[in-house]
């Protein structure tokens, strides 16, 4: 429970930011350089959050370098129609389309940060355009220039904390692109510690502040908010515990520690179906829960930054377990079914509306017909090619090595009846839809999953290209919907203080990125729709709490 302030405190700062993630370590840095004494805890080993794991775009529409080709009102207009009136406060998409492109001119202006376009990432939905007003068929999305880390951080360097989801770590998207992630090149830039994507955001950002005298403080874990007798948050208590340390902040904490997709009860509680992250483990929801018992307004909780998963068959992550990769079905020449053996998407689209069918409710059956693992259905081709997935690096190895058995959720069979029976589909059902499928593809439609307003495929696996699914053999991998990150928790204002159940504002609290509600109503317009918003409002928390007057806390 939240503590009322007595004495004692272990130590007092004017600010503390609880997380190291994008939104976070911007907080920190805006609010030290407009003079605020500042520490930064991280649960993790690691610094960098979501944010050094991703690939460290951020969605900022009117930014500087496509500034003669985009509008506020354009961006404004997209993004209010993504929402789809699911914004907890629409009037803070208007702030965010007001200051991103500031907070990106912060960051380049104070860090050695540097954004390019990511130029091949257009607006999400610009490839059914026509149907959606604002977006634009360019990238507003920027991406982090490469970095020095090694040579400006030495050892510190490898406090970055890095992913396997979109590899490589040392190579923009623009470089991989152009095919300049040479096995050459990339054994000089692991060797001189160069970091692009996430780590060339979440870089510059810690060398800034260890540059102006900020701890930022790893394997410290936040457990409670202090309160006074008004309910005011005046610090918070870290560490272990029966190791536990109180911080007094005279002017604010900022929660800006995750989302809580790790945290298996608050997704059931929540969110409803089961989703399989692809984040840092340690998001669990600490800032929601240390929030709710302070009075915190919430909102945004039942919805999630989504993109699909599938399981290597044969490589584990760094944990031993099974690494999830960024999969969305395996494009042309293959299908996802149900477990009734029947199609209900394609992985063409953004990758965040792809997980969302399968917790829809049939009330025909009723039930929740498309519940995960839903099965991709394949054909001899993909077991000699391989799989390329749909962020540049993955790739997967369908082939069983010599020595080995496939696990469960791989699946081989002479005739697709055979393979439903495997999996235990209906094979009747199965076959139907195959064959029906593979009738269309070979007359080049797809009228039951196919959009002929969809000119290309952006973010998935290539399903324009229609070819049926042939054998023998066929084969048959488990489609999860996955997670990026929740995107809902604490409601915040336009200077992302958190808003009380009780009080209208909860006095000393901030809260970014995913421990807030998603000030885009939990929408992706393009590439970096969750690090834009993060490092946005945790710009203008960092000015809000820099031109705070200290208080006295005892």
Known sequence: MPGVNGPGWDEVHDVVVVGSGGGALTAALVATNGGADVVVVEKDQYVGGTTAVSGGDMWIPINRHIADRDTREEAIAYVTRLADGRAADPSLIEVYVDTAHQAVEYLEEHTGYVSTPHVLLHDYYSVIGDRIPGVKPFSRSLSPSPWPAGAELGELAGLINRGPWVPPAEFTFNEQAAGADTPEALEER??????????????????????????????????????????????????????????????????????????????????????????????????????????????????F???????????????????????MGLGAGSIIVNQQGERFMHGGYTYNDFSHPFGAFDQRTPGFLNKAPAWVIFGSEHLKSGIMGAKPG??????????????????FADSVKELATKIGVAPEVLEETVGRYNANAENGVDPEWGDPAQTHTLTGPDTTSLQPVVGPPFGAIQQWPGTLGTNGGCRIDADARVLGNRVPIIDGLYAAGNASASVLGGSYPGGGGCIGPSVTFGYRAGLHLAGTTPRDIG
């Not at 483990?281 to 709710?292: E, F, S």
């Not at 399981?311 to 690494?323: A, T, V, W």
């Not at 993955?394 to 699946?411: R, S, Y």
Request: proline share 6%; hydrophobic share 40%.
């Open 305 to 327: 930054f989504s993109y699909g998963v599938i399981y290597e068959p044969f490589e584990k992550g760094r944990d031993g377990n099974p690494l999830p990769q960024m999969l």
């Open 394 to 411: 993955i790739a997967m190895e369908l082939q069983t090595p010599e020595g080995e058995d496939a696990p469960d959720w791989l699946v």
């Open 190 to 303: 692991r060797r001189d510690g160069v970091r692009a994507k996430g780590g060339g955001l979440i870089g510059p950002l810690f060398k800034a502040l260890l540059d102006a005298g900020v701890e930022v403080r790893t394997k410290t874990p936040a457990s409670r908010l202090i309160t006074d007798a008004d309910g005011a948050v005046i610090g918070v208590a870290v560490g272990a515990e029966g190791e536990e340390r109180r911080i007094g902040a005279r002017r604010g904490v900022v929660l800006a520690c995750g989302g809580f997709e790790w945290n298996k009860e608050m997704v059931q509680a929540y969110i409803g179906y089961d989703v399989q992250p692809m984040t840092p483990w340690m998001n669990t929801g600490d800032g929601h829960q240390m929030a709710m018992e302070v009075g915190a307004k919430l909102g945004n909780m039942n919805s």
